[in-house]
Structure formats: C-alpha cells, structure tokens
C-alpha cells in the first residue's frame, strides 16, 4: 500500500486529507509540523508528501528545502491558502509536483493524484529511455558520450545506485581502474543503505 505523508497546523484540512486519500487507497501519516514532518522522512519512506507551506516556526519552503538535502525524492504536493508567484517559482525548483489551494475539495484532491501519477509514469519512461541510450552508447564504445549523460543523472538522482555501476563500467572501458573502481564502491555502498532501509 502507498504511503503518504500530510504536513499541515490546520486539523480540518488534516482531516479532509486523510479521508480522501484512504478513500483512494492509501495509508496516511499526519504531523502539525515541519520539525516532526523532516524527523518521519528520515525515517520513513512515503510515496508522496502532502505539505502547507504557511506553518509556525518552520515553514513548508524550509521543510522542502532539508528533505531535498537529505536525499528524499518523494513527489511534493503544496498546499497554501496564500498563493504566490515567489512560493511556486521557489517550491518548483525544489521539485514540488504540484500546487493545491486551500479550501479544496475531494474532487481535487483526486484530480492532483491523478496529475501526479501521470507525471510519475512519464519520468520513468524518459529515465529508462535514457538509461537504454547510456546502455547502447556503453554497449557501442561512445564512452564520453554515456559518461556525460550519467553525471547528469548522478546529480539530479544521486541516490540511484543504477547510474554508478554504469559509469564504473564506462570507465572499465576506458581502462580507467581507479574511476572504475571509486564508482563501483560508490554503486556497493548505495545497495546496502538500500538493503538496510528495508
């Protein structure tokens, strides 16, 4: 069952939430705050993250902000009563999937879930697009080529142990035994934190 977590100081848009996501299937976790909301990712694995923005003491911007640098690529859904062009910019960058404004409805809350998941389905296929080009450059000896494109996915997913043991081949090729070697380490390490975490 998909996991979401619901990070909002107002108890009726707590409520609401909750009702209409189990309703739609999921296990729901709430918390008041953002200092209990970053302690649950720490610990936890959600699907997706529903968060205010406008809290006391730790606002959902800052919340986004420390889970992002602790690695967690959940799906970030915005909830605010008070939109702005700054907040959205900024929670974009941040990688916030989709912005929600209060009061809304079940019917919303349903509508954004589906957006979500459509965007979800979307960047799989382009990333195993992608990875099968990295795999075709490797595979055909365009080594620079794959090299750069992996980089590029290490620093937007550096948590993917997948691109690491691609490049460690990559260099391999090359005959570059000692960036071979930092990769495939890299790649072990990650499958043990995965390991760990289940």
Avoid: W
């Avoid at 909301?37 to 003491?57: G, S, T």
């Avoid at 009563?81 to 409805?105: D, L, R």
């Avoid at 365009?142 to 590029?152: C, D, F, N, S």
């Amino acid at each position: 069952m998909s996991k979401v977590l619901v990070v909002d100081d107002t108890k009726n848009i707590r409520t609401l939430l909750s009702k209409c996501l189990e309703k739609e299937g999921y296990e729901v976790r709430c918390t008041v705050n953002g200092y209990e909301a970053i302690e649950l990712c720490r610990n936890e694995k959600f699907d997706i993250i529903f968060l205010d923005i406008k809290m006391p003491n730790f606002s959902g911007t800052e919340v986004l902000r420390q889970i992002r640098n602790m690695g967690v690529e959940t799906s970030v859904i915005v909830i605010t009563a008070y939109p702005s062009i700054k907040n959205a910019v900024e929670c974009t960058q941040m990688g916030a999937v989709a912005y929600m404004q209060k009061p809304f409805t079940a019917e919303r809350v349903r509508s954004v879930l589906q957006e979500v998941q459509e965007k979800e389905r979307n960047e799989k296929m382009k990333s195993e697009k992608l990875m099968k080009h990295v795999e075709d450059c490797i595979n055909n000896l365009h080594l620079t080529e794959a090299i750069q494109i992996l980089r590029k996915i290490i620093s937007e997913k550096p948590l993917d142990p997948v691109p690491y043991l691609l490049m460690s081949k990559a260099y391999g090729d090359m005959k570059m035994h000692e960036e071979e070697s930092k990769f495939r380490k890299i790649y072990q390490s990650l499958l043990q934190e995965e390991d760990n975490d289940k």
